[in-house]
């Protein structure tokens, strides 16, 4: 390292002898730097602005690298400025002011800090005589000083100089300052947990942060359709896209991980089997139908149901539209009832069979029995509209989007029928064992078999698309979406299949797949939900193919517990669960994966950027 001194005869002694000066490294007394040479003698009757006391001496700590250590032990005419030397007396006075300045200082990490004292006198001298430096000494004054600094006095050096580097470029006032579109561009680029920390810096960027156009792309991004509503002193009315983001995370995360002991139980039909479960989401509603001939409509709220009763034989089927239910049983019956009421409004008879199916488009209802016969009939009014002829064995499923009624039998055909005429369009022949599951997005039909195959159908050509093989058993239970179809087959896997491609993406087995044929499934925002005849109720990654969890397992799973059915919406699943000798209790058990904990946030603490933790990674 370099020395320096002060220019300056005034402010500080000067030796007489440039051979007196002291080098502060290589004296013997380094732990106390400013001798009792004959050179402070002289002049230890001035009262010198730099003058130290003797009796205090200080410990100077050895340079910190071989370059300094070399730069200290030389002599001071080849090391000093050529047009600034300084004495020992006076770079031993800067620092002692140095340390003194200093070195009460502690960290800000530890959390507390001295008392203010007054600064000496002598700071201010110095300062005025650093002032009179030339740039580059400045700088190797300062070089100096800093190398006789402490860790805990860089650190307070730091943290001093640190927000002089800083601003805001979202301050108009500020010559940094930003247009307000390039600033929403720049948040545009921030990810949603990136935007919810700058929404703590200050309350300028929290209107940044907090924009609704910003909120309302990334809720897009996640077909969230529209925000929630909610009272106006909340977070919801203050940015209304994001806290539904927000809430739409937090639902994602409970159905991966929250606990699962609040579910809500309910007893239902004695012991006898739930054979059909249908949710009506804007009532908050289920209605579950037993062999016991008897419906119940469940409000979700307190548990409370209506039974419906008029039907002479066990109900195998039932649909709800808006307040209408309908249903169909093995005394070859199907009845439309009122679910506020429990009222049976229509008796419709014409079946000579059991009904075992219904599909519903507006105010008309599809039937197929076991008669062979698929009928249309108003359920406003009661009046059968169409009798369709042309089955030659048990109809088994019936799907119906009010242009086309496709129905699947035991003769092992799909047909397609025109609603408006009767007549049949197309036979779709292909299987070779009876048709057991169907679904129909309004341009393609995919039907699975008992010969273990599915196959995807063009209803208005009338042509086999696609022949999907994978499974080994009677495939009873698809859900079909934006072309994914999700299969359940006895053989206890679950296969995730793209129709217009005919590849299978995904097979849900692995080590966690079910131990019995598959009775139900459902899509769920990004989820698939599937139940078992082994007593269980999974969860999986839709886009992966990956378990995520169980959601039911019964105690009496592998002696008698099943699930016989499930129904999903975004926040909730109904599971229809019993046994086939009696081992488990019928009951409906229902799991609440709302985020109504959020809302409540969200009301007590209208300014806080709350349920930061549920974005980890969005």
């Known amino acids: 390292m370099k020395r320096f001194a002060l220019l300056s005869s005034s402010s500080c002694p000067q030796p007489k002898k440039m051979e007196s000066s ?167 680029f921030l990810k949603p947990k990136d935007l919810l920390k700058c929404a703590m810096v200050s309350k300028r960027w929290q209107q940044h942060a907090e924009d609704q156009l910003l909120w309302r792309e990334l809720c897009e991004e996640r077909n969230i359709p529209q925000p929630y509503s909610m009272e106006s002193d909340s977070l919801l009315w203050r940015c209304p896209w994001k806290a539904s983001y927000m809430a739409d995370v937090e639902i994602d995360r409970n159905w991966r991980s929250m606990p699962l002991d609040t579910k809500k139980t309910m007893r239902a039909h004695d012991t006898r089997v739930i054979t059909c479960l249908q949710y009506c989401e804007d009532e908050n509603k289920v209605v579950s139908g037993s062999e016991d001939m008897t419906l119940r409509v469940w409000n979700l709220e307190d548990g409370s149901y209506k039974s419906l009763c008029g039907h002479t034989g066990g109900v195998w089927a039932c649909e709800v539209i808006g307040q209408l239910v309908v249903s169909g049983s093995t005394d070859r019956t199907l009845k439309v009832w009122s679910m506020e009421t ?57 799907e119906f989007d009010g242009k086309r009624v496709v129905s699947g039998a035991y003769d092992c055909h799909v047909k397609v029928w025109d609603p408006e005429t009767g007549e049949c369009l197309f036979t779709l022949e292909g299987h070779s064992q009876r048709v057991y599951s169907l679904q129909f997005d309004g341009v393609h039909a995919v039907s699975g078999s008992l010969d273990t195959s599915i196959i995807v159908w063009d ?7 696609h022949i999907l093989r994978g499974h080994r058993s009677l495939t009873s239970s698809m859900v079909l979406k934006n072309n994914i179809l999700v299969s359940g087959n006895a053989d206890t896997t679950v296969r995730i299949w793209n129709i217009l491609t005919g590849q299978c993406l995904h097979t849900l087995q692995c080590g966690n797949k079910h131990q019995s044929a598959v009775t139900g499934l459902q899509f769920c925002r990004d989820f698939i939900v599937s139940a078992s005849d082994d007593g269980s109720v999974k969860l999986w990654d839709l886009h992966t193919g990956s378990f995520i969890r169980n959601l039911v397992a019964l105690s009496s799973a592998g002696i008698g517990g099943v699930v016989w059915r499930i129904q999903c919406s975004d926040t909730l699943l109904i599971c229809a669960v019993g046994s086939r000798n009696q081992t488990e209790e019928t009951q409906l058990m229902v799991f609440d994966f709302s985020s109504k904990q959020f809302a409540l946030k969200a009301q007590k603490y209208p300014g806080e950027d709350l349920a930061f933790e549920n974005i980890a990674s969005v």
């Open 22 to 188: 002291i080098d502060l490294e290589s004296s013997p007394k380094a732990s106390s730097p400013i001798s009792d040479d004959s050179t402070m003698s002289e002049h230890s009757s001035e009262k010198s602005p730099l003058s130290v006391n003797h009796s205090s001496p200080i410990s100077i700590p050895p340079p910190q690298s071989p370059a300094a250590a070399a730069a200290a032990s030389a002599p001071i005419h080849q090391v000093a400025s050529p047009s600034c030397s300084i004495s020992s007396t006076s770079y031993a006075c800067l620092l002692r002011v140095a340390h003194d300045a200093a070195s009460p200082l502690i960290c800000e990490d530890s959390g507390y800090s001295p008392p203010p004292s007054p600064a000496p006198s002598h700071i201010a001298d110095w300062l005025d005589a650093f002032s009179q430096f030339s740039l580059p000494d400045k700088h190797k004054a300062l070089d100096r000083l800093l190398s006789h600094c402490d860790s805990d006095q860089i650190r307070f050096v730091y943290h001093t100089i640190e927000p002089q580097f800083q601003f805001d470029f979202t301050d108009p006032r500020s010559s940094h300052g930003l247009p307000e579109h390039v600033i929403l561009k720049i948040f545009g």
């Open 342 to 398: 429990g009222e049976c409004l229509h008796t419709l008879e014409g079946h000579t069979s059991t009904v075992r199916c219904i599909a519903l488009h507006d105010d008309i209802a599809v039937s197929g029995a076991r008669d062979a016969s698929v009928r249309l009939w108003n359920i406003r009014t009661g009046m059968l509209l169409k009798h369709l002829v042309g089955h030659e064995a048990a109809i088994r499923c019936v």
């Open 459 to 465: 209803v208005y050509q009338g042509r086999m698309k």
